[in-house]
């Protein structure tokens, strides 16, 4: 289909709005070993505990941010923006975010800071915040249809939330916004831009996963989108999704895509 054909359609129709480790194997029976004739000596010790694994970050040559809204990563490539929405679900935040850091995938979480969640999750997910590997972006602070507000309106459910991850998380979330339903407007657009959220951030493909769905169809909506310089949208809201994490990531593995958030892919504005 078309790009813009489907970024019409799933707007219009809200249809897109509904991204391992291998198991160790078994040691290997038998020996040519020689069994020790006298016991190993003792020791004291403490068992020492493996480091964490490490996830450094791609190293990307950033580019600007693009005017208007953002529904794709520019140019040719093999990158891939998985975002999630919400966070209805105080157990689906907290297993995205061991997801993520458990395996390095990188994500970007557009949250309703009036949701539990994000204040219940908090001390897990401020380390991954703190080293970029999961970024955080405004999408407002009770998920309301902003072309129904005022200027004003507009603005305090972007300040509100633009607040309260400041204080919770210490992070400036600006300028990346994401209109809950993708629903904005010139007007919208304005009274964002007025106090620095000048970055809507829709998505090119969707989990299709703000209403419940089998894990089996949010698989196959992934394999549908989950492609070169998308940005998809996933949501935190219903546990399905968390049942199939390894074959999201076997989905990426198998297409050479690397998992990106926004901030390591455009230059992010001063002053």
């Not at 290997?28 to 068992?47: F, K, L, R």
């Not at 020492?48 to 208007?68: E, M, N, S, W």
């Not at 829709?202 to 703000?210: E, H, I, P, R, T």
Request: charged fraction near 15%; glycine fraction near 8%; hydrophobic fraction near 35%.
């Amino acid at each position: 289909m078309d790009r813009r054909r489907f970024l019409a359609l799933s707007l219009a129709g809200g249809a897109a709005l509904a991204g391992c480790r291998a198991t160790p194997s078994a040691d290997s029976p038998g020996s040519t070993t020689q069994p020790p004739t006298t016991a190993p000596a003792t020791s004291s010790a403490a068992p020492t505990t493996p480091p964490a694994p490490t996830f450094p970050a791609p190293q990307l040559v950033k580019v600007p941010i693009p005017a208007g809204r953002l529904t794709e990563l520019p140019g040719e490539g093999t990158l891939l923006a998985w975002t999630v929405d919400d966070g209805d679900d105080t157990t689906v935040v907290r297993d995205y975010t061991q997801f993520s850091k458990d395996t390095g995938t990188r994500l970007t979480f557009f949250l309703n800071g009036s949701k539990p969640a994000w204040t219940d999750n908090a001390a897990l997910l401020q380390p991954l915040v703190s080293e970029g590997r999961i970024q955080l972006g405004n999408h407002t602070w009770s998920h309301v249809d902003l072309t129904s507000l005022s200027r004003a309106g507009v603005q305090d459910e972007l300040q509100r939330n633009h607040d309260f991850v400041l204080a919770t998380y210490g992070v400036d979330m600006r300028p990346y916004y994401r209109p809950p339903f993708g629903y904005r407007n010139a007007a919208t657009d304005a009274a964002a831009a007025e106090i620095g959220y000048t970055c809507p951030v829709l998505w090119y493909g969707s989990l299709s996963d703000s209403g419940l769905l089998t894990p089996e169809q949010i698989v196959g909506f992934a394999d549908q989108w989950f492609l070169p310089q998308h940005i998809v949208i996933g949501h935190l809201n219903f546990t399905p999704v968390t049942t199939v994490f390894p074959q999201l990531t076997g989905i990426i593995a198998s297409r050479g895509l690397t998992t990106v958030t926004l901030d390591d892919v455009f230059v992010k504005p001063t002053g």
